[in-house]
């Protein structure tokens, strides 16, 4: 993409009502644009980093023998009030009438519908194991929408669901995402932890979060110093600073974290009420045994930034980052945007990387203060005073080095480099 033909709205001045670091730097960076209290535009560049996740999550779920589906947003009441949640869920549930007075209600999470789906196709226990999920915006009207992409009102979440006849397969099934977390967050680049949790509005009976390890995460977190035990501190078997009740050998320690997934093992909670049931090999009726795995996709995007950027920007996680590299012409002068535009060219078309060539009229100060601001991984610099030399510069973001590179090397180097990481 070229940035003198692009829509990247960056900010001299962040609005002071962006607390944490993600929400200044989507905001300044030109990610996101709120449109209402926790409901946001994702502006191009946001969405190529939620498509860049989206990618991963598909990937790891299907790799696991998920198939995706998509529920509607809008749902009946009739179902919520099956399963008891329409009296219980609180003002979180946004619930609106229709022009004939029917009720529905904004999907916060999708057990009840399917269920439902589910209930309404499985007879036999030959047509178990399945599993099921979403990648969709949902809604809960949070009593404080904050921290932008953070906690939304309006949000996109993955949401899987798992279906099996007994409780030992559904717990296979739920160990078996639960691993599969672990590689989705490993290939978002994050560092994290997955931490025992309390079930909550959700129910069921197991439950790990998958926390992102932030200073400016909302979660108390424990984790042992001699053993793996890890926990939510709502959950937490002993506190910070005690004795890990779990080996009795090392001390817990407290983090922050930012909850990014949470899988559960329900069992029968909505089978039972919403009578989800098949029949076994002996022909007799039981209940379908369920899990549920969430992914907050937009949270996950903030989260990488808590944890990577500095003073001057963002510093994406390769895998996430919109775009890889920035080939930055240092001047409009046609000697120097020829070369860029060819390395450019050879950078999008060749080695198929996402790349955005800087051929604005602009300083070269901005142009460096917006690709640090952006974040992409690499920058490759060309001005005037380096071709007269016969060389560029090649910078990666991370660690601010500036490695020469002679002129005919460019595309050698780059092809390497690149291919190195993907
Ligand atoms: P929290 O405790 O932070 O309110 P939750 O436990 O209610 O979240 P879940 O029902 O477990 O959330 O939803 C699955 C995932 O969806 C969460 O792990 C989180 O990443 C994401 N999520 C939940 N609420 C929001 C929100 N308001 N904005 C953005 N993402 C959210
Ligand atoms: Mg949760």
């Known amino acids: 993409m070229k940035l003198s033909q692009s829509f990247i709205p ?36 946001g969405l190529k980093v939620i498509q860049n996740i989206e990618k991963i999550i598909r990937e790891e779920m299907n790799a696991v023998g998920a198939q995706e589906l998509l529920m509607p947003m809008v749902l009946p009441a009739e179902l919520w009030s099956e399963s008891g949640r329409w009296q219980i869920y609180g003002k979180e549930l946004l619930r609106l009438k229709d022009r004939h007075d029917n ?34 915006t949902k809604f809960r009207d949070e009593t404080r929408p904050r921290f932008g992409l953070m906690r939304g009102r309006e949000f996109i979440m993955k949401d899987c669901y798992s279906f099996d006849r007994t409780m030992e397969d559904a717990q ?82 407290g983090f922050r974290g930012i909850e990014v997934g949470q899988v559960f093992y329900l069992g029968t909670k909505y089978s039972k009420a919403l009578k989800a049931t098949f029949l076994d090999d002996k022909g007799s009726e039981q209940i379908i045994e369920m899990g549920c795995y969430g992914i907050g996709v937009g949270r996950t995007s903030a989260a990488a930034i808590e944890q990577n950027h500095d003073d001057k ?37 060749d080695l198929k990387i996402d790349a955005v060539l800087d051929d604005r009229d602009e300083r070269a100060g901005v142009k460096f203060n917006d ?15 380096g071709l007269e030399k016969g060389e560029v510069e090649f910078k990666t973001r991370k660690t601010g080095e500036k490695q020469i590179v002679p002129l005919a090397n460019v595309e050698n180097f780059l092809k390497d480099t690149f291919s190195k990481l993907s």
């Open 10 to 45: 960056t900010l001299r001045e962040v609005p002071s009502e962006a607390e944490v670091v993600s929400h200044k730097l989507m905001l300044k960076a030109g990610y996101i644009r709120k449109l209402a209290a926790g409901i946001y535009n994702y502006l191009p560049l």
């Open 103 to 136: 009720e529905f209600c904004l999907g916060p999470t999708h057990e009840e519908i399917i269920t439902d789906v589910v209930r309404r196709e499985v007879r036999s226990y030959r047509q178990l194991p399945v599993s099921l999920y979403q990648i969709q």
């Open 172 to 253: 296979k099934s739920y160990w078996t995402y639960y691993e599969a977390y672990k590689k989705i967050f490993s290939r978002c680049g994050l560092s994290y932890r997955a931490v025992e949790a309390v079930t909550g509005n959700i129910g069921g009976t197991l439950s790990h979060e998958f926390q992102v390890l932030a200073d400016s995460g909302e979660d108390a977190i424990v984790s042992c110093s001699a053993c793996d035990y890890a926990a939510n501190i709502e959950k937490a078997e002993s506190k910070e600073g005690e004795t890990c009740a779990r080996c009795n050998k090392g001390t817990m320690q």
């Open 313 to 349: 920007g963002i510093i994406w996680p390769y895998a996430l980052a919109p775009y890889k590299i920035a080939v930055i012409g240092l001047s409009v002068d046609a000697k120097v945007m020829d070369v860029a535009q060819k390395f450019y060219q050879y950078v999008q078309k």
């Open 371 to 385: 690709a640090d601001l952006i974040g992409y991984p690499y920058q490759l610099i060309i001005g005037g005073k």
